[in-house]
């Protein structure tokens, strides 16, 4: 958790954010966000989504470092980029090739969860990533709760309970999922083999 704690640190640090204002800004309690940082506690994906969208970054940059050496993804689009982006459909003119080997990726440590980036940037009109997740793994205590777009999920292989409000579902192999982004969500691994999931995020939030 070292390294991680590091960089978070390092990321508030940079934009003058004591644990104070850092643990108004996200809900999470000030000694939590210490122990984050010294290492001492290991962060739901959830809580490193409220951390980064709180520095205005993607949580894959939060994983930049020597082990994952393939660049950062750049910046999160702001609410006024994705407004304008929706309303003048502002489309890429470039042609982007990604090697499976140089995927950006990052996992939690004494997590079975691994996310990988598909799409080479976040300064697309979409994000697609790829999940492997263990049995029993789950995106945290508390459900995400994403700014305004649209999610789309596809089932490649395995298991997943997924919960979007009250509502809980069972996706299997083949199964797709399509739901607002900004409706409390989460989901854990059902499947005692690896499940394995496309995820689609308009816009690009993670």
């Given at each position: 958790?070292?390294?991680?704690?590091?960089?978070i640190?390092?990321?508030?640090?940079?934009?003058?954010?004591t644990?104070e204002?850092?643990?108004?800004?996200i809900?999470l309690?000030?000694?939590?966000?210490?122990?984050?940082?010294?290492?001492l506690?290991?962060?739901?994906i959830?809580?490193?989504?409220?951390?980064s969208?709180?520095?205005?970054?993607?949580?894959?940059n939060?994983?930049?470092?020597?082990?994952?050496?393939?660049?950062?993804v750049?910046?999160?689009?702001s609410?006024?980029?994705?407004?304008?982006?929706?309303?003048?459909?502002?489309?890429?003119k470039d042609?982007?090739?990604?090697?499976?080997?140089?995927?950006?990726?990052?996992?939690?440590?004494?997590s079975?969860?691994?996310y990988?980036?598909?799409?080479?940037?976040?300064?697309?009109q979409?994000?697609?990533m790829?999940?492997?997740?263990?049995?029993?793994?789950?995106?945290?205590?508390?459900?995400?709760?994403?700014?305004?777009?649209?999610k789309f999920?596809?089932v490649?292989?395995g298991?997943?309970?997924f919960?979007?409000g009250?509502?809980v579902?069972?996706?299997?192999?083949?199964?797709?999922?399509?739901?607002?982004?900004?409706?409390?969500?989460?989901?854990?691994?059902?499947?005692?083999?690896?499940?394995?999931?496309?995820?689609?995020?308009?816009?690009?939030?993670?």
């Amino acid at each position: 958790m070292d390294p991680l704690g590091r960089k978070i640190k390092q990321e508030r640090q940079k934009r003058n954010f004591t644990l104070e204002m850092l643990s108004q800004k996200i809900n999470l309690s000030k000694s939590f966000l210490s122990q984050i940082e010294r290492g001492l506690a290991q962060p739901s994906i959830t809580s490193l989504k409220k951390i980064s969208q709180a520095f205005g970054i993607s949580v894959v940059n939060l994983f930049i470092n020597e082990s994952n050496p393939n660049g950062d993804v750049g910046p999160l689009p702001s609410v006024k980029e994705n407004e304008s982006r929706g309303s003048v459909s502002v489309y890429v003119k470039d042609i982007k090739v990604v090697r499976k080997d140089r995927r950006k990726s990052l996992s939690l440590p004494g997590s079975k969860i691994i996310y990988e980036l598909l799409t080479p940037d976040l300064n697309r009109q979409v994000e697609v990533m790829y999940l492997k997740i263990g049995y029993g793994e789950h995106s945290g205590n508390e459900p995400m709760i994403d700014p305004p777009g649209e999610k789309f999920g596809l089932v490649l292989n395995g298991s997943l309970q997924f919960q979007i409000g009250n509502e809980v579902y069972q996706l299997h192999e083949g199964d797709t999922i399509y739901f607002p982004s900004n409706l409390p969500h989460s989901w854990r691994g059902i499947s005692k083999d690896t499940t394995e999931v496309i995820w689609v995020l308009i816009p690009p939030w993670f």
